[in-house]
Each structure stands twice: as C-alpha cells, then as structure tokens.
C-alpha cells in the first residue's frame, strides 16, 4: 500500500475541526494538549499556502514543524474517520485520550524513555483505522489489536524501531506477546514495524514532481530494511503469519509547490504454501488486502 496525501490544506484544517468535536463527544478534552499545537501549526500552513508564503514559513519556522504538523494531523483524521463509525462503549478511550499529548517532534523521543509512549499508541491507533477503514469490523479487543476475520482471531502486535540495534529485540518481544495471546485465545498473529525512523525518512522531505518517483524510494528502502533483518522473524513461531512494514513520510511536490505527507505499507507473508500453510498464506493475504482498500 502507498498513499501520498492529495487532501488540501483547508480540508485538512477542516477535519482537524471535526476531531476536536469527535474528542469532546467523547468528554475528552483538547485543551492544554499537543494536539492544539498540531491544529496551530496546520492553519498557519493553510493561511501561507493561500497567501504565497509557504516557503517563507519553512524558511523561518523550519521542516520539522510541517513535517509534525502533516503526518500527525493525518494520523488524527484517519483514527477519527475509522473508530467514529464504532459503538463508543468499546472504544480504547485511555489510549485515544493518551495521544493528544504525543511529543511536539518525534525527534524529541528518547527510546527506552517514558516519551515514547504517546506515539507508540498513535501508531496502534493509526494503523488498527486502516484496517477498521478497510472493512475489518469485528473487533474484538481495542486496546491489543485483534479482530475476527474470515472465522479466525487475528491478533497484531505493533513495535516501533529506533535503531538497528533493536530490530532483534523488538521483533523477539513481539512474537512472544503474540504467542501468549496465541496460547490463551487462539487464532493468529501479525507483527507490524513503524520504520521511518530506521530507513531515515521520519524527518525527511522528499522533493518531486511524480509520486510514482516517490514509490519507488520508498519501496526501495523498505526492501532494503526487509532483506537486512528478515533473519530475525524467520521460522521463529508458525502461528505468526506475517510481516507488516510500515513508513511515514513527506514530500514537496513541486509541480504544485505545496507539502503533502504518505504512508507506505509492505506485507510480507511469513505463512508458505511450501510448508503447507496455505490456509495461512491466504488469511494473511485477505487481512492486507483491507490495507490496499483503506483510503
């Protein structure tokens, strides 16, 4: 999956709107928190694309307001657009909630760190929307991920790597919580990594006229990460189905002189055929095929 953001600026300050009132039907208030600082930095993006002044704003504010600005706002909309469809009894309120005060740069994060934990959620968050976005409905379990799919409970476990170093480490935690749940409620597991941060494009701008251009980066640096550490999640536990790699980003489209931001998404199948697990294979097919319908 690829999806390079085409939604304008006021459209986008227009759904923020929309999220803040989501929140407050929720009597979870936006006051005092990050999140009012993402609606700032967004309608001053809005009014300095509109008045000419865009690249004045990145000149004087710099590329790490925008970049936080656009990724999280959208991060926000699509939880927005996906768990307000939902009953809100079984809503994962505390984490909803939690996220409203994700560290001002990403930048800021200290792995290990207490600060981390805001956009851990946000990526729960954000990616358990795509899947609800793309017809996944039966959810079973907010707070932990997992959901009922063609008969079969899938449980995803989501991890952010900050390092090389943490590949090994992240991944073995994940399989093993994956396991646990495995062992006490059945069904499969998913593990999905947030890499931007790894493959170098979390604070990036990536300067185009062809979005296609920046597919195939993207692709190319996930393909990258996915051959260098796939060591680590082979053969480790069969129940586990697959992979799901995922990278935020930005651009300058310079055709319309105007910033945008995207999600790159690559599933790779753990479950083979080859070793008859061809119920599996096509389970976790399915499953990112909810992935590809999410917009």
């Given at each position: 999956m690829f999806?390079?953001?085409?939604?304008?600026?006021?459209?986008?300050?227009d759904k923020l709107t929309k999220v803040r009132q989501w929140y407050d039907s929720l009597n979870i208030s936006t006051e005092g928190v990050n999140f009012e600082l993402i609606c700032c930095y967004v309608k001053k993006i809005t009014d300095a694309f509109?008045?000419?002044?865009?690249?004045?704003?990145?000149?004087?504010?710099g590329g790490r307001i925008l970049h936080y600005a656009l990724t999280e706002s959208m991060a926000f909309v699509d939880i927005h657009e996906a768990y307000s469809l939902l009953s809100q009894d079984h809503l994962p309120k505390q984490k909803l909630k939690s996220i409203l005060n994700i560290p001002v740069f990403p930048a800021d994060e200290i792995s290990g760190e207490a600060n981390v934990n805001e956009r851990n959620a946000m990526f729960e968050l954000e990616l358990a929307?795509?899947?609800?976005?793309?017809?996944?409905?039966?959810?079973v379990d907010h707070d932990d991920f997992s959901f009922l799919f063609n008969g079969e409970k899938v449980h995803?476990?989501?991890?952010?790597?900050?390092?090389?170093?943490?590949?090994?480490?992240?991944?073995?935690?994940?399989?093993?919580?994956?396991?646990?749940?495995?062992?006490?409620?059945q069904g499969r597991g998913i593990v999905a990594l947030s890499i931007e941060k790894l493959i170098n494009v979390s604070d990036e701008f990536f300067n185009s006229r062809d979005a296609q251009h920046i597919h195939d980066i993207l692709t190319s640096?996930?393909?990258?990460?996915?051959?260098?550490?796939?060591?680590?999640?082979?053969?480790?536990?069969?129940?586990?189905?697959?992979i799901v790699l995922v990278a935020k980003f930005n651009t300058v489209n310079l055709s319309e002189n105007r910033v945008t931001n995207g999600y790159h998404i690559e599933c790779s199948p753990l479950a083979s055929p080859m070793?008859?697990?061809?119920?599996?294979?096509?389970?976790?097919?399915?499953v990112c095929s909810c992935l590809n319908r999410s917009k």
């Open positions: 999806r390079n953001s085409s939604i304008g600026y006021r459209a986008l300050f509109h008045d000419g002044s865009l690249q004045q704003l990145l000149d004087v504010e929307s795509k899947f609800i976005k793309g017809g996944v409905s039966d959810v995803i476990e989501c991890k952010r790597i900050f390092s090389a170093k943490q590949v090994n480490s992240k991944v073995s935690a994940a399989f093993s919580k994956l396991a646990c749940k495995i062992n006490e409620h640096k996930v393909e990258d990460f996915r051959r260098n550490y796939s060591r680590f999640w082979e053969r480790l536990d069969h129940r586990v189905i697959g070793n008859n697990q061809m119920k599996d294979y096509n389970l976790f097919r399915d």
